[in-house]
């Protein structure tokens, strides 16, 4: 396996966080790697951005490795990432942050610190007939009580500043930082025509609002916010909207973006899980992970993630790594090509 810089050739059956518009709007250089055999064949390919901050020159991964073969087993995933890890030290990159959390890898290069993690994920190319019955039933009730009491799901782009304050403010409800508007706005922008915002509306006040990013591939819940007393039912009504929506642009999948594995009883991240589980979908498992390519600057590094929020989500969800920091074991290959189906398909990509 030799890894090489090759030419961005996206296409909408692929993840839109591969497409170059994206990646030059989120990094400060962006490109994409590919993993060719001995005998020249592109196997598999890994879109990134390199973002510099202060004097961190950071590697940020914004989907998870992209077979293009159904012959890249795990093995030679991680002989990919290894060989990728030195490209980015040549390179003069301090660091691999933690990805993106739609970036849900199979597998993690030695020496990376790893946590298990998830994304909640609905099939739709089932018939809309079949995702309404795969939800849960007071989820149901609560939609259609949201809509026959005047509800509306309408496309938010004109209402960006409410939409960013809304987001802005959920986050700072679990103390999250989040980006100023003219980032919001240039972010959005990058998505182009891949992008939309819903938004529900209810007595012309926005309760609730998400910024979709989609392809054919899948549409993701990026951001998402909520007035903390919004009406109820009104952020149900905007998600079973959006499925019908991008079921009827022919996306393959809805990605709810991001979840923690086993999260702990009685907490928000629980919550979350079960919410998106009653919308009928499914827990995709994995890892994400960090990599030190320069140990001086790493721990610089995590040290300022620690003062600023207490770390990363690496750090929060290591510990339940098993065998921590150790790479995938032979179980944990099986487990995660189980949980997945073995169905990952390969990317006609």
């Given at each position: 396996?030799h890894?090489?810089?090759?030419p961005i050739?996206?296409?909408p059956g692929?993840?839109?966080?591969a497409c170059?518009?994206?990646l030059?709007?989120?990094g400060?250089?962006y490109?994409w790697?590919?993993?060719v055999s001995d005998?020249?064949?592109?196997?598999?390919?890994?879109?990134?951005?390199l973002?510099?901050?202060i004097?961190?020159?950071?590697?940020?991964f914004?989907?998870?490795?992209?077979?293009v073969?159904e012959k890249?087993e795990?093995?030679?995933e991680?002989?990919?990432?290894?060989?990728a890890?030195?490209?980015?030290?040549i390179?003069?990159?301090?660091?691999i942050?933690?990805?993106s959390?739609?970036a849900?890898?199979?597998?993690y290069?030695?020496?990376?610190e790893?946590?298990?993690?998830?994304?909640?994920?609905i099939?739709?190319?089932?018939?809309?007939?079949?995702?309404?019955?795969n939800i849960?039933?007071?989820?149901?009730?609560?939609?259609?009580?949201?809509?026959?009491?005047?509800v509306?799901i309408?496309?938010?782009f004109?209402?960006?500043n409410?939409?960013?304050?809304?987001v802005?403010?959920?986050f700072r409800r679990?103390?999250?930082p989040f980006?100023?508007l003219?980032?919001?706005?240039?972010?959005?922008k990058?998505l182009?025509?891949?992008?939309?915002i819903?938004a529900?509306?209810y007595?012309?006040l926005v309760?609730?609002?998400?910024?979709?990013a989609?392809?054919?591939?899948?549409v993701?819940?990026i951001?998402?916010?909520?007035?903390?007393?919004?009406?109820?039912?009104?952020?149900?009504l905007?998600y079973w909207?959006a499925m019908?929506?991008?079921?009827?642009?022919?996306?393959?999948?809805?990605?709810f973006?991001?979840?923690r594995?086993?999260p702990?009883k009685?907490?928000?991240?629980?919550?979350?899980?079960?919410?998106?589980?009653?919308?009928?979908?499914?827990?995709k498992r994995?890892?994400?992970?960090?990599y030190p390519l320069?140990?001086?600057?790493?721990?610089?590094?995590?040290?300022?993630?620690r003062?600023r929020?207490?770390?990363?989500?690496?750090?929060?969800?290591r510990?339940?790594?098993?065998?921590?920091?150790d790479g995938?074991?032979?179980?944990?290959?099986?487990?995660?090509r189980?949980a997945?189906?073995a169905e990952?398909?390969?990317c006609?990509?």
């Amino acid at each position: 396996m030799h890894v090489k810089p090759i030419p961005i050739q996206w296409h909408p059956g692929m993840s839109i966080f591969a497409c170059e518009a994206f990646l030059k709007a989120v990094g400060n250089e962006y490109g994409w790697l590919g993993g060719v055999s001995d005998s020249g064949e592109l196997l598999c390919i890994l879109p990134y951005t390199l973002i510099h901050k202060i004097f961190f020159k950071m590697v940020r991964f914004r989907t998870e490795t992209i077979a293009v073969t159904e012959k890249l087993e795990i093995p030679e995933e991680k002989k990919f990432l290894e060989e990728a890890m030195e490209y980015f030290r040549i390179l003069g990159a301090d660091l691999i942050i933690p990805a993106s959390n739609n970036a849900i890898f199979r597998t993690y290069p030695d020496g990376a610190e790893a946590a298990p993690y998830g994304s909640y994920i609905i099939d739709l190319t089932k018939t809309e007939d079949m995702l309404w019955k795969n939800i849960d039933r007071i989820t149901r009730q609560n939609i259609k009580t949201a809509q026959k009491n005047g509800v509306q799901i309408v496309t938010g782009f004109d209402r960006l500043n409410d939409v960013h304050r809304h987001v802005r403010d959920t986050f700072r409800r679990s103390k999250l930082p989040f980006m100023n508007l003219d980032s919001f706005e240039r972010y959005v922008k990058g998505l182009g025509s891949n992008g939309i915002i819903l938004a529900a509306i209810y007595k012309d006040l926005v309760q609730s609002c998400v910024v979709f990013a989609y392809s054919e591939y899948c549409v993701y819940a990026i951001y998402a916010g909520n007035l903390p007393d919004q009406y109820p039912g009104a952020n149900k009504l905007l998600y079973w909207e959006a499925m019908r929506l991008f079921r009827s642009m022919g996306v393959r999948q809805y990605d709810f973006m991001g979840a923690r594995i086993d999260p702990e009883k009685g907490s928000k991240q629980e919550a979350l899980a079960q919410f998106k589980k009653r919308f009928g979908a499914e827990l995709k498992r994995g890892f994400i992970w960090k990599y030190p390519l320069h140990p001086l600057r790493y721990r610089l590094y995590a040290l300022a993630a620690r003062l600023r929020s207490g770390g990363d989500i690496v750090d929060a969800e290591r510990h339940k790594l098993v065998p921590p920091r150790d790479g995938i074991s032979p179980s944990e290959a099986k487990s995660v090509r189980e949980a997945n189906g073995a169905e990952d398909p390969p990317c006609r990509d």
